[in-house]
């Protein structure tokens, strides 16, 4: 029998919550074994839902009629925030009474909430915000997509060793590959940051990564590389770009096959490639951002999403606990 997975869950935080939470939890706990969900929110929501749709008794629930809004400032939450769903459930984390925490509350509000309460890894001087994002061969681990707006050399040598251990983590028959995102492929592109960092990442002999050196924007998807490390700043700026792109393409393409009689034939010719293309699209499917540097995980769950979305997040929680993230960094942090 495998180790019994906890995963706190902030059940109040996010739109349509906690329905989507607790359906993400029914769908999780349907294709999962050895995951126990503490469930942290209000117990009269949350009763007639549990009630109806978890078919298993692998939770608790731990009562709050507190939350944490997406209009409350970060400085807001950590003051009036100790009875929050949000706090609780990473409090649970704190006291080792949880593995782990998820929650698709108030973004700014969790990472206040979890710095103030989690110790950083030793040798770590700032987290790194991390999401999966697909590639022609796979997945990627791109960070930081927007915990620190100014990097140094140590810090984007920290996101390559811990990107690796997540990447090692969700993938472990992979190989994980690092390049630092640049504006060019030529090594004396860029800034001198960049330029130190990519010579420091160079003469690294990792156990963790084999260093590829710089990636452009337009081939961050070809899958030559899974880790694509960069300060947050233009880590938000290519994550949002790219979600634009992907949502233009989708929205251009249902245009073209649905404005027409010839378009709405094609559609039903071409149905199995649409929908192979559609859930390669689905961020649904990579939904779940995790936060590095801290001596225990911290999952953000998209505050839009739904129940599909959340319960990808949920998978994502149990991969991390079972695939040894925390320990992976450590040993491999310099």
């Not at 029998?1 to 706190?8: S, V």
């Not at 007639?48 to 608790?60: A, E, S």
């Not at 950083?120 to 991390?130: G, N, R, T, V, Y």
Request: one cysteine or more; proline letters at 2%; charged letters at 25%.
């Amino acid at each position: 029998m495998n180790k019994l997975i906890t995963i706190a869950v902030d059940a109040m935080g996010g739109d349509n919550s906690p329905e989507k939470v607790v359906k993400g939890i029914a769908l999780h706990s349907s294709k999962s074994e050895d995951v126990f969900y503490k469930i942290f929110g209000d117990e009269n929501l949350l009763n007639p839902l549990i009630n109806k749709l978890l078919k298993k008794k692998n939770y608790q629930i731990f009562h709050t009629d507190k939350k944490i809004s997406n209009e409350d400032t970060a400085l807001t939450a950590v003051k009036r925030g100790k009875q929050t769903s949000m706090w609780l459930a990473v409090e649970s984390v704190k006291k080792k009474e949880s593995d782990i925490v998820v929650s698709a509350g108030n973004t700014g509000a969790l990472f206040v909430i979890a710095k103030f309460n989690l110790n950083m890894i030793p040798s770590i001087d700032k987290p790194a915000l991390s999401a999966l994002w697909p590639n022609k061969n796979g997945m990627n681990i791109v960070l930081d997509l927007g915990a620190n707006i100014e990097c140094n050399e140590k810090n984007l040598i920290d996101f390559s060793i811990m990107g690796s251990a997540l990447h090692k983590a969700l993938f472990p028959n992979e190989e994980s590959k690092v390049a630092l995102l640049n504006i060019g492929s030529e090594e004396l592109k860029g800034n001198n940051i960049i330029k130190n960092t990519y010579k420091q990442l160079n003469s690294i002999n990792s156990n963790i990564f084999k260093f590829k050196g710089y990636i452009e924007g337009n081939s961050m998807m070809e899958g030559d590389v899974n880790v694509i490390v960069t300060d947050g700043f233009t880590g938000n700026v290519a994550l949002k770009t790219a979600e634009g792109t992907a949502n233009f393409i989708t929205s251009e393409l249902k245009n073209a096959f649905t404005s027409s009689l010839l378009g709405k034939i094609s559609a039903l010719i071409n149905t199995l490639n649409l929908k192979k293309f559609k859930k390669k699209l689905d961020p649904r499917l990579y939904n779940g951002a995790i936060l590095l540097g801290l001596d225990s995980p911290v999952i953000k769950s998209h505050g839009g999403t739904d129940f599909i979305g959340f319960s990808n997040s949920l998978n994502v929680c149990e991969k991390i606990i079972k695939g040894n993230l925390i320990d992976k960094i450590k040993k491999n942090i310099v």
